[in-house]
């Protein structure tokens, strides 16, 4: 317990998936801050599934003030950093900071977790080569064209980085998410 949580999004972000992983980290005692481009209260946005339509459509969603901005994180302050989705990827892709900061965690082997469209992050990072990967099914050809493998699992683990598909993924995918804390607090034991 008392784990640091980096969570990455911005405006546009997915409004249930940036709540739920706050709430569900400090349900676990965890400390969960928000990192965004700007320190300022984010616009969120919720994607939700409509019968006839070929893919999501989007409304607004609640706020949530961010606590940092990205250049300010400092990797070894952090257990784990988390990449949400909504829209917000298609812009903190380009954010050489944040990318910068992705790959720090991958290197010291910390958690790196992303789902939905957050894994576009990751692609963009480079981290997707020789991974296996999961995420929204529209987000598939990136993950393969980054020198990924996509998986139609709900979550996937591939060494220190778990993704999961969309927000329903939510239970498959924060099961995964402690089975690595609880991996790690039975090494540093």
Known sequence: MNRKILIVTGDGGESYETLYAVHRFQEEGDVAVIAAPSKRRLNLVMHDFEI???TYVERPGYCLASDLVIEEVVVS???AILLLGGRAPEYLRNHTAL??????FDRQQKWVFAICHGIQILVTAGLANNRTLTA????RTEI???????STQQAIRDGNIVTGQTW????????????????TEKVNA
């Open 99 to 104: 990318l910068e900061v992705v790959r720090e």
């Open 77 to 79: 302050d952090y257990d």
């Open 136 to 139: 929204y099914e529209h987000v």
């Open 52 to 54: 006839g339509w070929d």
């Open 144 to 150: 393969e064209m980054g020198g990924g493998t996509y």
């Open 168 to 183: 329903q993924s939510h239970p498959d995918f924060y099961r995964e998410v402690f089975t690595c804390f609880k991996e």
